[in-house]
């Protein structure tokens, strides 16, 4: 088991966990290619600097008032949001996740992967 960190920077719209994933071989949302792996345990947390709250949701549809959950405006030391442990009978991939923030804020990623 490896632990995989990932800075996904926000460009205002609703943005795949996935867009950080490298697009060699699927350049279009990289939505099942071969980094798109199944994840044991996902931790989210915005950057210190970050000046607003990140929306996180399960569809394209989010947005700051249609979202499963928030991480709220960081303050100097910010904790991470953990998701999991996802079971092996039911796995999770980075691609089933979206977020929504602020052009140019940054969202930390940890991955543990299967």
């Known amino acids: 088991m490896a632990f995989i960190a990932y800075k996904l920077t926000l460009n205002g719209s609703a943005q795949r966990l996935s867009d950080v994933l490298p697009s060699t071989n699927y350049p279009s949302g990289k939505v099942g290619g071969p980094d798109d792996v199944s994840i044991r345990m996902l931790l989210l947390q915005g950057h210190h600097a970050n000046t607003a709250r990140i929306f996180v949701g399960f569809s394209s549809g989010v947005s700051v ?21 996802f079971s092996d009978a039911g796995p999770m991939r980075l691609s089933q996740f979206w977020v929504i923030g602020t052009n140019a804020e940054v969202l930390q990623i940890g991955v543990i992967p299967f």
């Open 65 to 85: 008032t249609d979202y499963g959950f928030y991480l709220p405006i960081p303050t100097a030391s910010p904790l991470p949001v953990p998701l999991g442990p």
